[in-house]
């Protein structure tokens, strides 16, 4: 399969860093599918399984971006999963046990960081790594 | 150069895990694990005392019979040898994790060998006529202190039944009274049975008062540690609370910033477009002030978590070397844009710490190490894993150096020199504020050597509860 024909997830309710993961990621070839919330995004998922989520942690609720990262992780295991987040590294202490595995960008990411970490990431799901 | 040194009074935090029940108080089992530890070492202190009275009755039987002491038999070494044994099984089943019986039943066979002990060494020292029945006080006394009220009851209550027992025995004629102290020798049914009895009665009575006196000073003591716990737990939720608001309020004042960036960054990176070059200077100025104000908040919010109350428990043992290694590594591109090189000689050392502290620490010391050199200056950076006496990292720098009368206030939150605010304009001044409250939790000592325009040193001591591992460089 095309990695532009890729399709990356993304849910935060902030609309401006919506644009910009968008514009970055469609621009490098990637389809894109934007929620500002996580119901949307949690009802799409059941139609549509994508090739990886960048997810935000606060979006509505402070803790909705955990909730849903640890659904999505023991529902769909091979998707992987990115956090972008406000706060960057200081959200470790919610993760605990899983420190050593999860991806986290800070806002705002830089454009050639975040299409890095995308294409990594892909990289590894398809090898089996991921 | 000035030279200054730093240590902040570590705030000891010692969790005594108290449970309540409805019908009173009781220490949990790890409380009493960890206070019967030190009981085993009395334990140890009695058996050495009989052993070294069973050899003085052997070699120097005549002495000891010349001052009124008649010792034989082997009585105190068989007592010493249960004594230790009731030890040794004792200190081997009371660290064992999921040990094959809770503590609690643990203690309670313990405390029964030794009142089972303690009784054959009343019997053979002297029932009636010597001090010997007065030792059952000290485990009255222990008991007390120890187990909750009504289990110090029920340890009274056998001492009671041991030592009626044993006087019944000796007494109803089943087994010979006994003596050490010739003056006092008993004789086989020679005492009134009222008299026995009453003399077992009084001292049952003052068993019965010591107990109580130190079960309700105890009692007292309990409950108010008890407030302590409860206290400190209410801390502990309102430092939740607080981390939880620190968390939304970095959330809502940085948030703005990084849409305000990211739309920056479209127009810089050119994905709407080429733009003036002038436009793009100065949107690269706005983003640069906007990055400063950003680092502010998550620095607010990180010095606000590093001054929460941790638990101990959650400490970890970190290899510092590797710990700089790592970020080392991170910082690399960062000190290559500012042309300034790094030369490590990381040996390994292993330190119980809070790991996250421990790495906002050593960011914030590099950091600023790479942020105030001069460009195309070096930064060294050295673990002593093997120090002569104690472990230290030093950090070394060429840059801009510290005046040294601002050297005293440079850990105080937003504190910046004329030089440093110039130098480095994106700076919170939080940083080292960071630094002194995790030096503060881990009880580290700093020293900061500087001279302006030449460098800086900063130099971290580890107490010396510090592990070291096989040096190797990294």
């Given amino acids: 399969m095309d990695a532009k024909k890729k399709i990356i997830v993304h849910v935060d309710d902030d609309a401006d860093i919506r644009t910009t993961v968008q514009t970055v990621l469609r621009n490098e070839g990637y389809e894109v599918r934007s929620f500002d919330t996580m ?5 799409n998922l059941e139609n549509e399984r994508p090739d990886l989520i960048v997810l935000d942690i606060m979006v509505e609720k402070e803790d909705s971006g955990l909730i849903a990262y640890d659904e999505i ?29 999860i991806c986290i960008l800070e806002k705002p990411v830089l454009p050639e960081r975040l299409v890095a970490v995308v294409r990594s990431r892909l990289e590894a799901s398809a090898s089996g790594n991921g | 150069m000035a030279r200054i040194e730093f240590s902040w009074e570590k705030s000891e935090q010692a969790p005594v895990k108290v449970a309540r029940r409805a019908t009173g108080i009781r220490l949990s089992d790890e409380v009493l694990a960890r206070n019967a530890v030190w009981f085993i070492k009395l334990r140890w202190a009695v058996a050495a005392f009989l052993l070294l009275f069973q050899a003085l009755a052997i070699f120097w039987g005549r002495g000891l019979e010349h001052v009124g002491i008649a010792a034989g038999g082997f009585w105190p070494a068989s007592i010493a040898v249960i004594l230790g044994v009731a030890n040794i099984w004792y200190a081997l089943t009371i660290r064992k994790e999921g040990g094959l019986f809770p503590p609690a039943i643990n203690i309670w066979t313990q405390i029964i060998v030794d009142l089972v002990c303690l009784t054959f060494a009343v019997h053979f020292l002297g029932s009636l006529g010597t001090s010997a029945p007065f ?9 007390g202190v120890f187990l909750s009220t009504e289990a110090s009851f029920l340890v009274l209550a056998l001492v009671v039944v041991f030592y009626g027992s044993c006087l019944a025995l000796e007494y109803g004629g089943i087994v010979l009274p006994h003596s050490v102290l010739r003056a006092a020798a008993p004789v086989a049914g020679g005492q009134d049975a009222w008299n026995i009895l009453l003399q077992a009665a009084s001292l049952d009575i003052l068993f019965l008062l010591v107990w109580f006196m130190v079960a309700q000073l105890s009692q007292i003591i309990r409950i108010r540690e008890n407030q302590l716990i409860e206290a400190e737990e209410q801390t502990r939720i309102a430092q939740k609370e607080k981390d939880r608001y620190a968390v939304q309020m970095t959330h809502q004042l940085k948030s703005p910033l990084d849409a305000i960036r990211s739309n920056i960054s479209l127009l810089v990176n050119g994905y709407c477009g080429a733009l003036p070059e002038e436009a793009a200077r100065t949107l690269k100025r706005i983003d640069f002030r906007a990055k400063g104000m950003g680092e502010l908040v998550i620095d607010v919010l990180k010095l606000s978590r590093v001054k929460l109350l941790e638990d101990p428990q959650s400490m970890a043992l970190v290899d510092i070397g590797a710990l700089l290694k790592e970020i080392l590594a991170e910082l690399a591109a960062f000190a290559e844009k500012r042309n300034v090189s790094i030369q490590a000689e990381l040996e390994s050392l292993e330190q119980r710490c809070f790991q996250e502290q421990m790495q906002m620490f050593f960011e914030n010391i590099l950091t600023n190490a790479i942020s105030y050199s001069y460009i195309g200056g070096s930064v060294r950076v050295c673990c002593k894993g093997r120090a002569p006496q104690e472990s230290c990292v030093e950090v070394i720098d060429q840059g801009i150096g510290i005046e040294a009368d601002k050297l005293p206030h440079i850990f105080d939150a937003y504190f910046r020199t004329k030089e440093a605010s110039e130098y480095n304009q994106s700076s919170s001044g939080i940083g080292l504020a960071i630094v002194k409250q995790v030096a503060q939790n881990h009880g580290l000592r700093l020293a900061v050597e500087s001279e302006p325009k030449k460098g800086t040193t900063f130099s971290v001591f580890f107490p010396a509860q510090v592990t070291v591992a096989p040096a190797s460089a990294v």
């Avoid at chain 1, 119901?39 to 009802?43: G, L």
């Fill in chain 1, 73 to 101: 992780s023991k529902k769909y295991p091979g998707i992987p999963l990115v956090i972008l987040t406000t706060l960057g590294e200081m959200i470790l202490p919610y993760f605990e046990d899983k420190k050593e595995r």
């Fill in chain 2, 135 to 143: 030792l059952y006080v000290l485990h009255i006394v222990l008991a």
């Fill in chain 1, 39 to 43: 119901e949307y995004f949690s009802k």
